[in-house]
């Protein structure tokens, strides 16, 4: 258990559905994190929030949309994905200090594993 | 970009046996961090390292910051079967807030009873 929960774990879509991902942090942390993992390649990081405010947008395309109400949830809703986007989505958080100070500890749920035929 | 190096790709060794991994970059980090993904499960934390020269150890696995802070390896000893899985490093330049984690593309650890 490492205080981050993503549901669904398994997420089978077609590439007109609109579906969303879900995160959930229990640690306290101010920001939050979606990275995106395909086999064989590096963790890919997608997009930033920090205080609620988005800060990082990673040239995702227009069809991932991040939304986070709060510090403590986050989703990624996805519409009209393509096969190539099939990977494992994480979500992760982390503490930054009032100044801004982020030592790179990233806290990551189990991630949903999801499938575009 | 920055970018990540991680030697070996992937490494099968009988249970009992020593384990060296590393990671190299050809631009400076001054945070080195290892995770360790289990299948099906997400990357978690085992070091994180500060400053150059560094050396630390959680339990049977040590990680150094390399000199340069250019490189770092993660050194895990007398290895079990719950040691599988997938190690990534990653590097920060500055513990800023504008400032990405970068991940390395892994090593695979296999452990033979």
């Known amino acids: 258990e490492t205080g981050v929960t993503q549901t669904p774990r398994h997420l089978v879509m077609g590439m007109t559905n609109k579906k969303s991902l879900k995160c959930e942090q229990h640690?306290?942390?101010?920001?939050m994190y979606w990275y995106k993992q395909s086999a064989k390649k590096p963790l890919e990081l997608m997009f930033v929030?920090?205080?609620?405010?988005?800060?990082e947008n990673n040239s995702v395309p227009s069809r991932f949309s991040p939304e986070c109400p709060n510090s403590s949830h986050l989703f990624l809703h996805l519409h009209t994905l393509q096969p190539e986007d099939s990977a494992l989505y994480l979500c992760?958080?982390?503490?930054?200090?009032?100044?801004?100070?982020?030592?790179?500890?990233?806290?990551f749920g189990e991630g949903s594993r999801l499938t575009v035929l | 970009g920055q970018q990540l190096n991680q030697s070996p790709q992937s490494m099968f060794i009988q249970e009992g046996e020593d384990v060296s991994m590393n990671c190299t970059s050809s631009?400076?980090?001054?945070?080195w961090l290892w995770y360790k993904q289990d299948p099906g499960e997400g990357p978690v934390l085992l070091i994180a390292?500060?400053?150059?020269?560094e050396l630390t150890s959680n339990g049977r696995l040590t990680a150094q910051f390399g000199i340069t802070r250019k490189d770092s390896f993660l050194n895990i000893s007398a290895s079990i079967p719950s040691d599988v899985g997938i190690y990534f490093c990653?590097?920060?330049?500055?513990?800023?807030?504008?400032?990405?984690?970068?991940f390395g593309p892994g090593t695979s650890l296999s452990v033979i009873p």
């Open positions: 992760a958080s982390s503490q930054w200090t009032s100044g801004g100070a982020n030592t790179g500890e990233l806290f």
């Open positions: 640690l306290g942390h101010n920001a």
């Open positions: 929030y920090n205080f609620k405010e988005q800060t």
């Open positions: 631009s400076i980090f001054n945070t």
């Open positions: 390292l500060y400053k150059a020269g």
């Open positions: 990653a590097g920060q330049l500055f513990r800023t807030s504008y400032d990405k984690v970068i």
